[in-house]
């Protein structure tokens, strides 16, 4: 795979699990998770994956939420907004992807059931078909999410059932409790069992961000940064907001002479 072509940088800005007991600069309101995405895209990031949440920050698929998310962002920048149709464990399928007739250019699409540190990401077949014909209906861009290998054989089945289309965009969620791993050698296999043509980026959870950062980065996949994954910039320091997690990723990628994809290369590149 070339090494020099340029680097898509995911900014997932809020997620549904962590909150304000966490770290004090996640994002909670429209405004505030707009903001975040503006500082995102100045640091280098071309797509916001956005979560909605209420404003006592519990997480929230409200299509109201997600309007004022999308306009918000759009009253900013540029940068592409793609929607998590996950939310968070225990809502269901039509909660998750209410919002859907907005017609983000891009939104999630997990292909499996994964444990979840102790809760279960519930994605049984019937969930994974509806959310995949409600995106082919609004023409809406999936970024498959990947938390374990089954998840690739059975975006190959839709592949097969004429519900996704190929070239797929692929995102490996790597060292979730629960789930796969975040080594090398997962993400090698993981790269290697994927339909041809795909694209693929690396989201690595907490400490592992980095480290899988990098390795996306020399084998020239893309990356997803971000306070829903991470919210250290090093052991002890949090991140004072998703910007700064950005700026690591752009800062690892210059070392390794990769260049940063506008809003419009990461468009070509993702064939929206
Ligand atoms: N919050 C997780 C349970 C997605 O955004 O599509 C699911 C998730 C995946 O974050
Ligand atoms: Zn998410």
Known sequence: MPTDNPLIITAA?????????????????????ADEALRAFNAGASIAHVHGR????????????FQAILEAIEDRCDIIVQFSTGGAVGMDVEERIQALDLKPPMATLTTGTTNFGDDVFFNDWPTITT???????????????????????????LIDMDLLEPPL??????????????SERNLDFLIDGLPHGSTWSVAG???????????????????????????????????QGNAPLVDAVVQRARDASRPIASVDQARQILGL
């Open 13 to 33: 800005l809020v997620g549904a699990e962590v909150t304000r007991d966490h770290t004090p600069y996640i994002p909670y309101t429209p405004d505030e998770i």
């Open 54 to 65: 209420r404003p006592d920050g519990s997480p929230t698929q409200d299509r109201d939420t």
């Open 131 to 157: 959310i995949a014909r409600r995106l082919k209906r609004f023409g809406i861009t999936p970024e498959i999410e990947v938390f374990d290998s089954a998840f690739i054989d059975n975006a190959r089945r």
């Open 169 to 182: 965009h692929v995102d490996f969620v790597l060292g979730v409790p629960g789930a796969m791993t975040a």
């Open 205 to 239: 959870v907490g400490r592992h961000q980095f480290p899988m950062a990098q390795a996306a980065i020399e084998r020239g996949g893309h990356v997803r940064v971000g306070l829903e994954d991470n919210i250290y910039l090093k052991k002890g320091v949090l991140a």
